[in-house]
């Protein structure tokens, strides 16, 4: 394939070094980590190594670590999880929250067990007045994204976490678009959960976690073997879980490299789509260094990622997961963008092996591409 | 005679029943998808997406075609253990209602189903556990008579996991069909060891697992049927992948991987189960010379992988540690970081002294006649030692029933 | 499970593995356990007219742990008087093999059937006494 990625958001690149790392455990490494053999002891102390990588970059203690099959996993794990060992509590997401964590709170609210959104302002920042409102009623959780996947923008978590346990709700936070964009410190956070993906960052998909607060109680989500302490029964993939724990590793001694270099990108970027007159969203906002997310007035977003990629430009329309739906990004409307600017929206989200010159290419299609749409607009218009 | 000295070589693996190596020819194709074709299946708009898509699907075909299924009918998931709950609550939280609250499994069952029926127990299902023959064969007439009128869905695996004995589907299915129950059947340890038809069988889930077929962990599929059409109700919520039944994000290497392995043993398993089960013979012929063994399961409904047998007077635990140049399992891996007997074998009716003294061999694609010979002195020589060491042979020798003493309790 | 080098070298040479005529007056035998629980320990001891333990042989059906406790305990015996066997505590059983908490029970049975030893041997002697 020859095309520029600029979708670092959606998935990444395995990294050669974890790579490397995961081949043993695809080949003659291949025990069963529960076995009590040698294939099965090596497999065993491989994945409590990679528990002890993902401790350190998340700022948690190695036993605070449940392995999972993916961030979805373990929202879904974090949200049913906690809510269904309590009986009542309303369920507070944040408007602007991945389908995996607003979705399973609708699942399973109950007439005394009510599944509420919070608002974001325009900035897309989580309105704290309205969910101070919000938990005047009794609540049994809130949970709220770190780091928005669409626009970028990074939220006050800390503040959320505090907020919520003044009501003696328990806390869980999205992790996924944070980790190894920005310091992530699950005590400094605050919460009692947190979840974490590594297809994100350079490793392998098919494996996540949950980081717990191990004074919580919560309902496993899969029953079985009893693997991870009872939390997760399933094989564990233990080539995924390697690849997990290496690219943990790559990502905390990668972090500044990454923030300067993507914010220099960036900056290129949104120099270059100010002189365009596009609208970035959450510009005023606190954004990880890699992610713009924009619009141009009177174009399509669908139809312009199209024009993108036959230039040669990987990017992204929405978020890859709801990228089957043509409905505008529930990110945008939450932020009140109106409808038809949010449909034309897309999202270049930069890794450390994009270049300058790259968006300075991609700039210039960019260019083509509008001035073509917009004589086809003018024509059928 | 075999070299007998364990430690100038690595163990030999006799373990396929709880893991097997990825097959050469699988990881190669998996490579790619992990480093050049990164793209997210769900993506859309650019070519990584699609190239990763194209994957996901012939990965699809492959599965469906092992089993003689509609590829639509194939759901990805992390494992088995995922695809037997989302299979088990799925359907009968979304039954619940229209056919009843009952549910019937076999006591011999993995873990991954026991649990997730317990679960449902907790939320107010009521659940039948049949006890199996002591060959580990479910009785048709005993379960026909479980079933009630608001018994809504059956849970029965194909081949067992410890002692690799074969269920008749078919028949199980018949009478499900009949009684309007859902049928559920485990069968992540039997693809590439007994032939599966899904388009004649009467199933209408089936839980797959690829790493128990020399495909990667951390990867399975569920079977929904949809002639007649069965519904799920979603455990996992989120971008609504998989027809909404199952959402995350796909892991397009290991898909693609499972659908390799599953390819593979589509082709090979006619001629690859001959010579596995020559080796099972010749592993059986060697051990059944030792005094006082026992064959758990019943021989001929039976995969070839499998062996497990009792050593009689012989303490589990202290052979496991005996035969360290052999890597096998005393009970199945899943529950072998605990100290009790296999349930497994405790359900079929064996004492908790044979129950403790069973070793599980399963041979599989790399297993070598040299292995199974060397594997037979082994297992003779040390039997022979640990016998020399237990009080309870040197009483059996001097004909004491064992059973009739006292013990003092401790 | 992780098993420590004395364990280990117990299991793999255990020391005095075998019977003693236990028709011997000076013969004393204990067996405790059960094969329900797991592991069984067959403990013989001939002791000398002066109460000193000449000989001890043992076999057990158990894990490595058990076997190593056992095989210990019989080194232990040898030369020391009956009541000073007596007195051996499993405690000293646990640490000198280094058991993790899951097997101390292996370290109790092998003090068990010490005592059962003893009280065997001493019954035995007060029967011949009173005779």
């Not at chain 1, 070094?17 to 040698?38: D, I, K, Y």
């Not at chain 1, 029964?233 to 990502?251: M, P, R, W």
Request: neutral net charge; charged residues 20%.
């Amino acid at each position: 394939m020859s095309s520029v990625y600029f979708d670092h958001n959606s998935t990444t690149a395995l990294k050669t070094e974890v790579l490397e790392a995961m081949l043993p455990f695809m080949a003659s490494q291949h025990g069963n980590a529960t076995s009590r053999h040698s294939f099965g002891r090596t497999a065993r102390a491989a994945v409590e190594h990679a528990r002890e990588q993902v401790a350190n970059a998340v700022g948690a203690y190695a036993n605070q670590i449940v392995f999972t099959g993916s961030g979805t996993e373990s929202n879904n794990f974090a949200v049913r999880g906690i809510c269904s060992n309590l009986d009542k509590g309303q369920i507070l997401t944040s408007a602007i929250e991945h389908p995996c964590v607003s979705r399973p709170a609708l699942a399973i609210q109950t007439s005394v067990m009510q599944a509420k959104s919070i608002h974001v302002d325009s900035n897309c920042n989580i309105n704290l007045a309205h969910l101070q409102k919000l938990l005047l009623t009794p609540t049994s959780l809130v949970s709220a994204m770190l780091v928005n996947n669409e626009t970028g923008v990074i939220q006050d978590i800390t503040k959320v976490a505090e907020i919520a346990r003044e009501h003696k709700a328990y806390v869980h936070t999205d992790a996924v678009q944070a980790l190894g964009k920005i310091p992530v410190d699950f005590f400094a956070l605050g919460v009692h959960a947190m979840t974490v993906s590594s297809h994100k960052i350079g490793g392998p998909l098919g494996a996540g976690a949950l980081v717990l607060d191990k004074r919580i109680d919560i309902q496993p989500l899969l029953y079985g073997g009893g693997q991870e302490k009872g939390l997760r029964s399933g094989t564990e993939n233990v080539a995924a879980i390697v690849g997990f724990g290496a690219a943990c590793d790559l990502a905390t001694k990668n972090l500044s490299a990454f923030d300067v270099h993507t914010a220099n990108l960036r900056d290129h970027l949104e120099i270059g789509l100010a002189k365009l007159n596009a609208v970035i969203f959450g510009y005023n906002g606190f954004r990880i260094a890699n992610t713009s997310f924009f619009a141009f007035k009177n174009v399509e977003g669908e139809t312009l990622v199209t024009a993108l990629d036959k230039a040669g430009f990987a990017v992204a329309s929405g978020s890859a997961c709801s990228s089957d739906s043509t409905e505008p990004s529930h990110v945008l409307l939450a932020m009140g963008v109106p409808e038809d600017l949010a449909r034309g929206a897309v999202r270049v989200s930069f890794g450390l092996s994009n270049t300058v010159q790259e968006v300075e290419h991609f700039l210039l299609a960019l260019k083509q591409q509008l001035t073509r749409l917009r004589n086809l607009t003018a024509v059928a218009a | 005679m075999a070299n007998m000295n364990q430690t100038d070589r690595p163990p030999i693996y006799l373990d396929y029943s709880a893991t097997t190596p990825v097959d050469i020819r699988v990881a190669k194709k998996m490579i790619p998808y992990l480093t050049e074709h990164y793209g997210n299946p769900a993506s859309r708009s650019h070519p990584y997406g699609w190239t990763a898509e194209k994957a996901v699907e012939n990965a699809r075909e492959e599965v469906a075609k092992l089993v003689n299924a509609d590829p639509r009918e194939i759901v990805w998931t992390s494992g088995a253990t995922e695809s037997n709950n989302l299979a088990i609550k799925g359907a009968a939280n979304f039954y619940a209602s229209t056919k009843g609250k009952h549910i019937i499994t076999i006591a011999t069952e993995h873990k991954a189903v026991i649990d997730a029926v317990r679960e449902l127990e907790r939320q107010g299902f009521t659940a039948t556990y049949l006890e199996p023959e002591p060959d580990g064969l479910v009785d048709l007439a005993k379960f026909k008579a479980a079933i009630q009128p608001d018994t809504v869905l059956a849970s029965v695996m194909l081949v067992n996991n410890e002692i690799g004995v074969i269920q008749d589907i078919e028949a199980i299915g018949n009478i499900c069909r009949e009684a309007g129950v859902i049928f559920h059947v485990d069968a992540a340890q039997a693809t590439g060891k007994v032939k599966i038809d899904l388009a004649s069988l009467p199933v209408d889930l089936m839980s797959f697992s690829a790493h128990k077929t020399y495909g990667p962990k951390g990867i399975g599929a569920l079977y929904v049927c949809r002639k007649p059409r069965i519904r799920i109700e979603a455990q996992m919520h989120g971008g609504g992948h998989e027809r909404g039944m199952r959402s995350g994000t796909l892991a397009t290497h290991q898909i693609v991987g499972m659908g390799e392995a599953f390819r593979i043993a589509r082709e090979e398993m006619a001629s690859e189960n001959e010579r596995i089960r020559m080796l099972r013979d010749r592993l059986l012929a060697g051990l059944k010379d030792i005094e006082e063994t026992y064959v758990n399961g019943d021989l001929s409904h039976r995969i070839p992988h499998n062996l497990n047998i009792s050593f009689n007077y012989v303490e589990g635990e202290s052979l496991i540690m005996a035969v360290k140049g052999i890597a096998v399992s005393s009970g199945s891996a899943c529950t072998s970081a605990s100290l009790e007997p296999s349930y497994v074998l405790r359900a079929l009716g064996r004492s908790d002294e044979l129950a403790h003294s069973s070793i599980r061999f399963s041979i599989g694609r790399f297993t070598t006649v040299a292995d199974v010979d060397y594997t037979v002195e082994l297992m003779k020589s040390k039997i022979d030692k640990l016998r020399e060491l237990s009080p309870l042979w040197e009483m059996f020798k001097d004909g004491i029933d064992i059973s009739k003493v006292q013990w003092a309790a401790h | 499970m992780a098993y420590s080098d004395k364990v280990l070298d117990h299991y793999e040479n255990p020391r005095n593995v075998g019977s003693l005529d236990k028709n011997d007056p000076n013969v004393g035998t204990g067996m405790v356990g059960a094969p329900a629980c797991g592991d069984v320990m067959k403990l013989m001891i001939k002791v000398n007219d002066h109460g000193i333990i000449e000989d001890a042989k043992f076999k057990t059906y158990g894990c490595g742990s058990a076997i190593a406790s056992s095989s210990l305990v019989t080194e232990w015996l040898k030369g020391k008087t009956v009541d000073e066997a007596y007195s051996i505590k499993n405690s000293a059983i646990a640490e000198e093999l280094a058991l993790p908490p899951v097997k101390i029970h292996c370290s109790v049975l092998a003090e068990d059937a010490i005592k059962a030893a003893v009280a065997d041997i001493k019954a035995k002697q007060s029967a011949k006494a009173t005779a």
